[in-house]
């Protein structure tokens, strides 16, 4: 752990997470913090705060962070907007049960952060529509750019489906789906040209969280001044044969 201490007010808060890279633009590597206060006896981390001290200056900025405790915060450093210098990605795990995680990216050009991706944002302007159909099909629609998909679950196994479906395939009353909130975001370059893309997933659900009928996959790229949507992919379940 890199020991590197700060105090505010009388609580001690310490560095949870550290990087080093440009991250304002001037070619000199910066420190790169993810500084909280911890939990006794729990890998739980509170007040969870962006830290960058300039490595030409010794300048310290802090932005704090709207949702801030967690479970393994972290940073990843590179660009996403194309301007040559890394950006900041923090990924933060919930904790609860649906897996979901907090993300935040921001470009740190002149020691000034600049708010690029928030999870919240982000799963406000990403919504579905998750229907059972009949003949063992759940369809989900993409609200964004209005794609349709068709899962097949008639390998989901004769209990499952007969607690759905009645002996000729139909639905024995209506059931809807849903998609968890953002579960995962994992930067990828995916045209080796050294600017980050981000790959999103989203759990899509059954009648119950653990009833998981598969993933929808965004990938987003930046394109005036903020991500869009580059791709979209539903990715579902194997099974035995």
């Not at 930067?187 to 790959?199: Q, T």
């Amino acid at each position: 752990m890199y020991n590197y201490y700060f105090r505010a007010d009388t609580t001690d808060r310490s560095v949870v997470f550290y990087a080093i890279g440009d991250v304002n633009g001037d070619r000199i590597p910066d420190d790169v913090f993810l500084t909280g206060i911890r939990t006794p006896g729990s890998q739980f981390i509170q007040d969870i705060t962006i830290v960058v001290r300039d490595g030409r200056t010794g300048r310290i900025t802090s932005v704090p962070l709207s949702e801030n405790a967690g479970y393994n915060p972290r940073v990843f450093l590179g660009d996403f907007n194309g301007d040559g210098v890394n950006d900041i990605l923090v990924s933060i795990d919930s904790g609860g049960s649906g897996a979901i995680m907090y993300h935040y990216i921001y470009s740190f050009i002149n020691n000034t952060p600049q708010l690029m991706f928030d999870f919240n944002a982000y799963n406000d302007e990403y919504k579905y529509d998750i229907t059972y159909k009949d003949n063992f099909k759940v369809e989900v629609i993409s609200k964004k750019n209005s794609e349709r998909y068709i899962i097949d679950i008639s390998l989901k196994g004769e209990e499952y489906l007969n607690e759905i479906y009645d002996e000729d395939g139909k639905l024995k009353k209506p059931i809807s789906g849903f998609i968890n909130p953002l579960s995962g975001l994992y930067p990828i370059d995916f045209n080796s040209d050294g600017v980050y893309e981000l790959l999103a997933y989203q759990k899509i659900a059954g009648r119950y969280n653990a009833d998981s009928l598969g993933y929808v996959l965004n990938t987003l790229k930046w394109e005036n001044n903020r991500f869009v949507l580059d791709n979209q992919n539903v990715a579902i379940w194997g099974s035995d044969k």
